[in-house]
């Protein structure tokens, strides 16, 4: 099963990589053409287990796309809800690192009462917010931690680490947290995958989502000038010579292409496919089942 999964990945990477090379990206027919030649059977894979993926909106690198993002988080709380129903094992802790408000965990937690949640954030701020502007809305299962996701000790085996949105690099470290505590469930959404490997620059390009990655980087780099700010969004164990992750990628690509392939993901949905696919590969190496569509994955361990 998982050479074949790792053979599924590797010839899509590959296609999408010749894309890349020969330059048919940001032309929203020329994506949406060289994702249904090389992403197809991935897409199917997904379609065939998990039905409903809510793609007939637009490309994720429009401001549509960005706007209804929040349309992808439901449909991947859905599934988190099915597939953690089923659960019989005494451990029944989730993680959400990354959790921001802590919005995605409090809506787990009200519709998997016999499940506890952990969300996690190196900012405590927005929780509190939630909880200030949303009174009552804090089910008994739900637990906020402050806590950096590059340097993690959790004192509880996760039965599934979530995550909605992630930026860059914080979703490499979701993945390593689920495979460090051997969760037997990973499911979650990638996010500007421009941040991967401590990049900040984006390729100048015309457009309101290219300038607004642009701004929101400006910021990167100014909190990343701080010392207050350590440990947001970058660490050095996800420094360039991580990238790639996974060994059947590094046989098709080198951490630069990738790094450059994440400069022009604000504007291409094949560069974040690119990405992701590495990290695809990745967790199949790890001994995950991975279904991958839309920056969307779920991971299952193996036996
Ligand atoms: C802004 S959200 C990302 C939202 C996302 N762009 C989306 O598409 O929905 C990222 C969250 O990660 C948190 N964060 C940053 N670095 C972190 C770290 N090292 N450990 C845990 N959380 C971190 C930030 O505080 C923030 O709440």
């Not at 197809?40 to 287990?49: G, K, M, Y």
């Not at 015309?206 to 947001?232: C, D, E, Q, T």
């Not at 050095?236 to 690509?253: G, H």
Request: a positive charge; glycine letters at 8%; charged letters at 25%.
């Amino acid at each position: 099963m998982s050479s074949d999964l790792i053979d599924l990945g590797s010839t899509a990477l590959a296609g999408l990589l010749e894309e890349y090379r020969a330059g048919r990206i940001f032309d929203a027919s020329l994506e949406r053409a060289a994702m249904q030649r090389h992403a197809a059977a991935l897409t199917q894979r997904w379609n065939s287990r998990f039905p409903g993926f809510p793609d007939h909106y637009f490309r994720f690198t429009s401001l549509r796309g960005l706007h209804h993002r929040g349309k992808r988080d439901a449909y991947l709380r859905d599934i988190i809800v099915q597939q953690m129903s089923r659960d019989v094992g005494q451990e029944r802790t989730i993680v959400n690192p990354a959790c921001v408000f802590g919005r995605h965990a409090r809506d787990l937690a009200r519709r998997l009462r016999e499940h506890r949640l952990i969300a996690i954030d190196i900012d405590p701020g927005w929780n509190r917010l939630y909880s200030i502007l949303r009174p009552g809305r804090t089910p008994g299962n739900y637990r906020f931690v402050q806590g950096d996701i590059f340097d993690l000790r959790l004192d509880v085996q996760p039965v599934a680490v979530v995550f909605f949105g992630a930026c860059g690099a914080l979703s490499d470290a979701a993945m390593d947290l689920a495979i460090r505590s051997e969760a037997p469930r990973l499911m979650g959404r990638t996010c500007c995958h421009e941040n991967i490997a401590g990049n900040t620059l984006v390729t100048r390009r015309r457009g309101a989502v290219n300038r607004f990655f642009r701004f929101k980087n400006r910021v990167l780099r100014w909190m990343r000038a701080r010392p207050r700010f350590g440990g947001f969004y970058f660490s050095s164990q996800y420094a360039e010579d991580r990238y790639p992750r996974s060994d059947a990628a590094k046989r098709l690509t080198t951490s630069q292409e990738l790094i450059a392939a994440g400069r022009d993901s604000t504007d291409s949905d094949v560069c974040r496919a690119i990405i992701d696919l590495d990290r695809f590969l990745y967790l199949c190496e790890a001994g995950f089942d991975v279904w991958y569509q839309g920056e969307l994955f779920v991971a299952e361990r193996r036996g």
